[in-house]
């Protein structure tokens, strides 16, 4: 975001993110945040994924997973 630029903001956004059998994401859980709307913005950006779910016993099944986005001024 603009205010992150200007106020020169970075580090990691991690988030617990279920990826569930039915091809959508789940529940977000936030591990570590940052300010200015990035932590907003990252779970925005992960809500609109596309994924193929993964597969045990030849069906679909519902997965958790660490997301880290990195952040840095330019």
């Not at 993110?17 to 091809?23: C, D, E, P, Q, Y």
């Not at 779970?43 to 609109?48: C, D, E, P, T």
């Not at 994924?51 to 880290?68: G, H, Q, Y």
């Amino acid at each position: 975001t603009e205010d992150a630029r200007k106020s020169g903001e970075k580090g990691k956004v991690k988030l617990k993110v279920s990826f569930l059998a039915n091809g959508h994401i789940g529940k977000i859980i936030v591990i570590e945040e940052l300010d200015n709307g990035l932590t907003e913005n990252t779970i925005r950006a992960i809500k609109r994924f596309k994924f193929v779910p993964a597969i045990k016993n030849n069906l679909p099944i519902s997965v958790d997973k660490f997301i880290e986005q990195h952040f840095s001024t330019y």
